[in-house]
């Protein structure tokens, strides 16, 4: 029987020193693929190694030989000793297997619940060893159904919908305020990593120019050139929080930079227009009290967190949908895959032909009652050995492909033709969708 | 037969309003589409019972309480429909769906039989006066609706709790646009309501103004939204400010409207409502 694994480790059961080590580079990717495929216990594999995981999904009819291949795998391929690493390792079989990779893949195993760039990821371990083929028709079936869940998690819940980081979340509030960035201007206060951070987020977010003052003027003038903006001398911040919408602290000032009486002024200047504060400084940057002034809203980091927090309270309720979606579609994948199976094919197949015989048969005689006892005996095994005869052959080359790697594929293809299942063609069709779909 | 429509659009808009508030809720695509299209199905009948009570009375029917309501109800749903075109905020319905509801259950109390008309309401003008003054209610109904959504919104901002309401609504800015917009539109319509209903009582009474209750009132009304106007215009008035001032600028039309009808006593008052 076959089974499907996964050895690895995650954010979760191991620090990142142990997750830099074991990782796989892409330019490695290939050669360790192939190498785990030349392990005699694995038929299948796809190695997913991002920087919170590294993970190796497999096909194989032994499964604890083959997690212990592959920890050994890891070992030797890194050259660290099992034993510096093993208590971070865990292994999933069959169905917990399934659900692992469920879950990965709907970003419910993810350092920030519902953060989607896992999906690209997997799809792109998927897409490497497809290409070098050692995935095969198993993983290949598993990874579509993945794909197909993620989908259903992110369109049934509404896990990746909220903001989960100060950046994120200081660009949502500016939707709140503005609606469509486009035509919004950013000022930079302080020219620091953080602000540059967050910078970015409200360029993809479509702001269209961005303003950066700082106390050392080069250091504004580099980054206004990284971003295309524009650099001005801080004595003139009160011109830059004119035409700003959206303003950014983030300094080490050890005292306020934007102050009561100075943006009355400039709200009067601006004719009122609204401006959005953002102090993500500490100790604070512009003057608690500026935010009761009409027109202005002032977040600080301590505002910003706590929404954050709120939304990821918010993603964990979501996740428990989504991990009902999980469970339904995890036994139509299961009940599925452990169809792939010799004997019970064959009997259903036998069944299948000799209730065919028999209702055939049956019709036959009675529309001849007149037949005798040993006409109708005679009928009876003459029916019987032709089917015999018809399903010898495909019987035995079957039995001999048991052992064979693509044994799976002729059960599936027989169970397809002669409709052995009805699970099994609902599966099929869905992943054509899907396959057309990618 | 027009009764009989009027109460088929009624209930079409009850369906309506709980759809828009099922939406409110649950945040579904298809529940508030399912609410635009009971909607619209409300407006057509609703506009055939109009068709039907003008062809039955031979009047326009914005001569009682109960026509005025009706007929109120009905642009506000028109309204709607437009500002759902052009602006894309899924829970305006929400808002503006429950007023032509209520409105329509108030018609939906008073008496409804047609009633051969006064000779003061048999006037070329009187229907231009009602209309205009009506469709530009009716739009200062978005004004207000887009006012009280501009405050809720507003206030979750500067309280830092982003919670379930900000969610629903859409940003800051567009309800400020949509304010002014609606404001732009609305006020030249009153004005030229409040014209021809001079024009008309210069027929009716031979006069044009005569400090009437209701003339009063709707002078009041218009004296409030002018200042909103041009204090937008000139000193930038906007956000908060604006949007208060657009509540209080409807609760006067509905002073105008309403209050002095069944309050005070004047030539407005419908005499047997």
């Known amino acids: 029987m076959i089974e499907i694994i996964v050895t690895g480790l995650n954010h979760k059961t191991a620090p990142i020193e142990i997750r830099e080590r074991l990782s796989f580079q892409e330019s490695e990717l290939e050669e360790a693929l192939l190498r785990v495929n030349l392990l005699p216990s694995i038929k299948e594999n796809i190695i997913l190694s991002t920087c919170n995981r590294v993970e190796i999904y497999a096909v194989t009819r032994n499964p604890e030989t083959a997690i212990r291949e592959l920890k050994e795998f890891l070992s030797q391929y890194h050259n660290i000793p099992l034993i510096d690493f093993e208590r971070s390792i865990y292994s999933f079989i069959s169905d917990e297997a399934v659900r692992h990779i469920f879950r990965v893949a709907s970003s419910l195993d993810s350092m920030v619940v519902g953060e989607p760039q896992i999906l690209g990821q997997i799809k792109n371990a998927y897409n490497i060893a497809m290409e070098l083929k050692t995935s095969g028709f198993i993983l290949h079936r598993l990874l579509h159904r993945a794909f197909h869940v993620a989908k259903r998690v992110r369109n049934e819940t509404k896990i990746s919908l909220s903001a989960v980081s100060v950046s994120s979340v200081a660009v949502d509030l500016a939707q709140k305020i503005f609606g469509n960035l486009e035509k919004k201007n950013i000022l930079l206060v302080g020219a620091g990593e953080m602000s540059e951070l967050a910078a970015r987020h409200f360029i993809s977010a479509g702001v269209e120019k961005i303003v950066i003052t700082n106390r050392t003027f080069e250091r504004a003038l580099s980054l206004a050139k990284e971003f295309k903006g524009e650099a001005i001398p801080f004595e003139d911040i009160n011109k830059g929080l004119k035409n700003a919408d959206i303003v950014l602290s983030a300094t080490d000032s050890p005292q306020y930079i934007i102050q009561y009486e100075q943006m009355i002024k400039v709200m009067k200047e601006r004719k009122q227009k609204p401006i959005f504060l953002i102090d993500i400084s500490d100790p604070r940057n512009i003057e608690p009290r500026v935010g009761n002034i009409e027109n202005i809203y002032l977040y600080n980091i301590d505002d910003l967190q706590n929404i954050a927090k709120e939304n990821i309270k918010d993603r964990e309720k979501e996740a428990q949908k989504a991990e009902s979606i999980i469970q339904e579609e995890l036994i139509k994948f299961v009940k599925w895959y452990q169809s792939l199976q010799l004997t019970p094919t064959i009997v259903a197949l036998r069944k299948k032909f000799d209730e065919i015989r028999k209702k055939e048969l049956e019709k036959m005689l009675s529309m001849h009652p007149n037949l005798s006892e040993k006409e109708r005996k005679s009928l009876e095994a003459m029916t019987l050995a032709i089917i015999n005869k018809i399903l010898h052959d495909p019987l035995t080359q079957l039995k001999k492909r048991d052992e064979d790697i693509v044994a799976e594929l002729y059960i599936d293809a027989i169970r397809t033709l002669f409709q052995l299942s009805s699970t099994n063609t609902n599966i099929s069709k869905e992943e054509e969708e899907i396959n057309a779909r990618i | ?273």
């Open chain 2, 1 to 273: 037969m027009n009764i009989y429509f009027f109460k088929i659009a009624s209930f079409l808009y009850l369906l309506a309003t709980l759809a828009y508030l099922a939406y409110i809720i649950l945040l579904r695509e298809f529940v508030s589409k399912l609410g635009r299209i009971i909607v619209s199905l409300g407006f057509g009948i609703h506009t055939l019972a109009l068709i039907l009570r003008y062809l039955e009375g031979g009047y326009t029917p914005v001569t009682n309480l109960h026509e005025s309501l009706s007929f109120f109800a009905w642009m506000i749903i028109g309204v709607l429909m437009i500002a759902n075109i052009r602006y894309r905020i899924k829970v305006l319905g929400s808002f503006l769906t429950p007023i032509a509801l209520i409105l329509m259950l108030f018609a939906f109390a008073l008496p409804k039989e047609i009633v051969p008309l006064a000779p003061v309401l048999r006037s070329f003008w009187h229907p231009f006066h009602v209309i205009f003054a009506f469709l530009g209610n009716a739009i200062f109904t978005l004004t207000f609706c887009s006012g009280i959504m501009y405050l809720l919104q507003e206030h979750q901002l500067k309280s830092k709790r982003i919670g379930a309401i900000a969610k629903r609504l859409p940003p800051l800015q567009v309800l400020d646009d949509l304010n002014y917009q609606s404001l732009t539109f609305g006020f030249p319509l009153l004005t030229l309501g409040i014209i021809t209903g001079a024009i008309w009582a210069e027929y009716a009474w031979g006069r044009y103004w005569g400090w009437d209750p209701k003339e009063t009132w709707s002078l009041i009304t218009w004296l409030l939204y002018a200042a909103l106007l041009h204090q937008r215009l000139t000193v930038g008035w906007r956000g908060r400010k604006a949007a208060i001032m657009s509540i209080i600028g409807f609760m006067a039309i509905l002073f105008t409207f309403l209050g002095v009808n069944l309050i005070l006593p004047g030539l407005h008052t419908y005499a047997n409502w």
